[in-house]
């Protein structure tokens, strides 16, 4: 297992004392509270990347401003590392404690500060829940567009630091698209607001800088997300395939056609029958592949909209299109896409969720190389993918207590993303790198890019304190770990020969 | 003949020049947006022989050009396929480039819907001041490896790096697309505009030029067709919008400063010295005054908003806060260690 901090290739951490830092904390501030005792810790060993674990020196549990203040100083000045937490779901260990570093969770800022209909905004904490948002919002006929799966747990903070997606991103962008401004905390304790109540601000773009930066540059401390008017109706259509390359050429002649879909997303036949066995969403069971088309907007529209869509679902050879009738078949419809990730989870004892972006026309090449991995590792890999927009989840089922699978489930993984990334497409579409794509970092970006990254963030913070391993690896764990560089589109490594 | 080339291997060299010889470096491409910013010392480097559309696939939804590829075009690329740039980047002038429209990271009237430059900025390719030609972000939709530093180049006026080539995502053309004018009062328009905001209409572009409120409808036959109907208005012709982006409207002939004021969706009318125009349904104000910079920042400031000189003169851009002043200058002093590129076009130490 080389994924978890490792001093020897990630680089010295300052040794800190927990008792020592403890009494500091509690000096400087009396009313913070701070967990301390293992079986307090222990609870915050892991974030929503269960299968990696470490217990932090120390746990803050801040309600204050002042109070992230005056610890962030205090640790820039002994130089203790710091790692940010939200509502702990997310999916690629970004929130993974260190045991040399406290654990800071921003959970109890949970205030949604102001809901402004007219301006079109709303201002809240970090802690507050991405779906609490939309629902403050609704009695304005209004929501915040970006739904990660997880939304009804997730928090914004971590959705700004992770640049979240969700199902809606090809037509409403992805979190860095509907914000404002975000107030942060450098490692320093000073102060920065980050783009403005108006569409624009002067300087450097820093709110883009930050926004999917894993807590490595600042600490976010409050976000205004900019709101949009709810789409008078949605309307979801559901077209069966007999193969997964017809459906994904029918994604591409919707939108050749000028049609950007609300969401667009498919499911290969082992992710359809988990989804099926557990919500009874009236999924075909048989199809090979079936795409989720919902378009939203005006009445009028839409209704056309639907027409042209199932006419070029049919000529690209759906076996099946259905319109959901009503409302309860459109949710019934998405609950099972929703539902997806849990449904594989009553399969398997675990399983492991990737997040690679792709071109789209790679689909068929890149779904035939899964494939064939799977044969080769001898794990099963159900596919979930916003199609719309290329971003897959693909999900590896295994058992952690066999031995050696859950190694074999890794490696399986990081073979589909330097997949991904030899096709022209990302290791990561949505989750963040965090300490689970540490290594594949290695096959995306040569040593000079990740030099670079570097130095962005020696720009807030010179000491590298701030979540120190996540993000970007160093270049020593890159020649150890880092898988063979995939560059200019040469696709050198010899899996690829067999797909 | 195609006049399509990579020079970006004489652009390195250029650059690495630059940076053993200490010479700072003044990148040019169509040099449409030299009245922006403080003018530049420092050697040419003109981007515009590295041109050429690299990769454009319609259904994909992404092209990728060179930097000094003219954006007209680009869009007549897109143009041919149905497709556009939503952020409709103004030109100001016949030799737009590409790289300029990141660079200063100018939208159009579709902004407040559609969303900005950088919101569209899928990749770049960066010659950076450690002398190294690098690729960050990428041609897909969605990808969060690494620090988005190809959106932190859009609007950095090419202080960070030079930039030689960028993904777009772009977006097809809508169906429809109908252009209104209403006769009405400023302080009435903004208010309109502030409760229609809230509901799920097609309004592409609000402007307001002191007699008259200006939409453009975008979408489908049915959407487009409600909407004309409930507004009401004259027909108005399209090519507005093209005059008002490009700042060709008689509003522009004034001989004062021109200022661009930015300042927060649903802020009611501003009463300033000289002459304004509303764009982006009020998120944009142009002013035509000849007040003292400092009265008109001030005013801006105070409604949480920010004035930006258009104007040739000294500092043109929005004053910074000393503490975010200082991230910039650590930013600067990261990336471009030797201040080679386009030193003072924004801020003087940046």
């Known amino acids: 297992m080389n994924i978890l901090y490792d001093e020897r290739v990630d680089g010295a951490l300052p040794a800190v004392d927990q008792t020592a830092l403890l009494h500091a904390l509690r000096d400087a501030l009396p009313d913070l509270e701070i967990l301390y005792r293992q079986e307090d810790l222990k609870p915050y060993e892991c974030d929503g990347l269960s299968a990696y674990r470490t217990v932090p020196l120390l746990v803050a549990l801040p309600e204050r401003l002042e109070q992230v203040q005056a610890l962030l100083r205090l640790c820039h000045q002994r130089g203790v590392p710091v790692v940010a937490r939200g509502a702990g779901t997310g999916l690629s260990g970004g929130a993974l404690p260190l045991a040399k570093g406290i654990l800071l969770v921003m959970a109890r800022f949970k205030r949604i500060l102001e809901v402004n209909p007219q301006g079109r905004f709303a201002r809240v904490q970090p802690g507050v829940r991405n779906l609490a948002i939309s629902q403050a919002a609704a009695p304005h006929g209004l929501y915040y567009a970006p739904d990660p799966s997880s939304q009804i747990a997730c928090s914004i903070g971590g959705n700004v630091a992770e640049n979240a997606g969700g199902v809606h991103c090809l037509k409403y962008g992805l979190t860095v698209h509907n914000l404002l401004k975000v107030d942060i905390l450098t490692i320093e304790g000073e102060r920065l607001t980050l783009g403005s109540d108006a569409l624009d601000s002067p300087g450097f773009d820093l709110l883009a800088l930050f926004t999917g930066s894993e807590g490595m540059l600042g600490i976010i401390t409050e976000v205004t997300v900019r709101l949009l008017p709810k789409p008078q109706v949605a309307r979801v259509l559901l077209a069966s395939f007999d193969s997964v390359e017809d459906a994904g050429r029918a994604v591409a002649e919707i939108i050749a056609a000028g049609i950007i879909p609300g969401g667009l997303e498919m499911m290969d036949n082992l992710a359809i029958r988990a989804a099926e066995d557990f919500i009874h969403a009236g999924y075909p069971v048989h199809a090979a592949a079936i795409l989720l088309c919902e378009l939203d907007g005006v009445e009028a529209d839409v209704h056309d909209d639907c027409a042209r869509v199932a006419e070029l679902l049919a000529q690209a050879g759906a076996s099946d299109v259905r319109l959901a009738c009503d409302e309860a078949e459109r949710m019934r419809f998405w609950a099972g896409r929703k539902n997806a990730f849990p449904a594989v989870g009553r399969m398997s004892p675990d399983y492991y969720c990737m997040d690679g972006t792709i071109p789209r026309r790679e689909l068929p090449r890149v779904l035939k190389g899964i494939s064939d991995l799977s044969t080769h590792y001898g794990l099963r890999v159900a596919n979930v993918f916003h199609a719309g927009d290329g971003n897959m989840h693909p999900l590896i089922l295994f058992d952690a207590n066999l031995p050696g699978e859950l190694e074999r489930a890794e490696a399986l993984g990081g073979k589909i993303l330097e997949l991904c990334v030899a096709v022209g497409g990302s290791i990561t579409g949505e989750h963040g790198v965090g300490r689970e794509k540490i290594n594949q970092m290695c096959a995306q970006f040569n040593s000079d890019e990740i030099t670079l990254f570097h130095a962005v963030k020696a720009a807030f913070d010179p000491q590298g304190l701030l979540n120190p391993g996540k993000n970007i690896p160093t270049l020593h764990r890159c020649a150890e770990f880092g898988a063979m560089h995939v560059h200019h589109g040469q696709l050198p490594f010899p899996d690829l020969e067999r797909f | ?350």
Not at chain 2, 160 to 177: A, D, I
Not at chain 2, 205 to 231: F, I, M, P, T, W
């Open chain 2, 1 to 350: 003949m195609s006049m399509d080339r990579d020079i970006s291997q004489a652009l390195l060299e250029q650059v690495n020049q630059a940076l053993h010889q200490g010479t700072p470096l003044r990148i040019q491409g169509g040099n449409s947006k030299a009245m922006l910013g403080n003018p530049l010392a420092g050697e040419l480097l003109d981007t515009r022989s590295h041109r050429g559309i690299v990769s454009y696939d319609p259904t994909e939804l992404v092209l990728t050009a060179r930097a000094g590829t003219p954006l007209r075009e680009i869009e007549a690329a897109l143009h041919e396929a149905g497709q556009m740039l939503p952020c409709e980047p103004p030109h100001l002038g016949h030799e737009a480039t590409l790289g300029g429209m990141v660079a200063a990271g100018l939208s159009g009237p579709r902004r407040p819907w559609a969303g900005s430059v950088r919101d569209y900025v899928l990749g770049t390719r960066v010659i950076t001041g450690h002398g190294k030609l690098l690729r960050f972000g990428g041609e897909v939709m969605k990808n969060v490896a690494g620090y988005d530093v190809s959106r932190l180049m859009a609007g950095s006026f090419g202080c960070l790096g030079l930039l030689t080539e960028v993904s777009l995502k772009v977006l097809p053309r809508p169906r429809q697309c109908l252009s209104l004018r209403l006769p009405m009062g400023r302080h009435q328009a903004l208010a309109e505009l502030a409760e229609w905001g809230q509901q799920p209409l097609p309004i592409s572009a609000a402007c307001h030029d002191g007699d008259a409120l200006y939409l453009r409808l975008e979408g489908g036959e049915g959407s487009v067709q409600s909407a004309a109907r409930r507004l009401g208005g004259e027909v108005l012709d399209g090519g507005f919008w093209r005059d008002l982006r490009e700042q060709r409207l008689a509003f522009f002939d004034d001989p004062a400063p021109l200022w661009r004021l930015s300042v927060p969706v649903a802020t009611g009318d501003l009463d300033l010295p000289g002459q304004q125009l509303l764009d982006w349904a009020g998120a944009q104000r142009w002013l035509k005054s000849t007040a003292a910079p400092g009265d008109i920042r001030h005013d801006i400031d105070k409604v949480g908003g920010h004035a930006t000189l258009y104007t040739p003169g000294p500092a043109s851009s929005p004053p910074l806060p000393d503490a975010l002043m200082r991230y910039h200058r650590a930013l600067k002093q990261q990336l471009d260690p030797q201040g080679v590129f386009n030193p003072g076009r924004l801020y003087p130490d940046l």
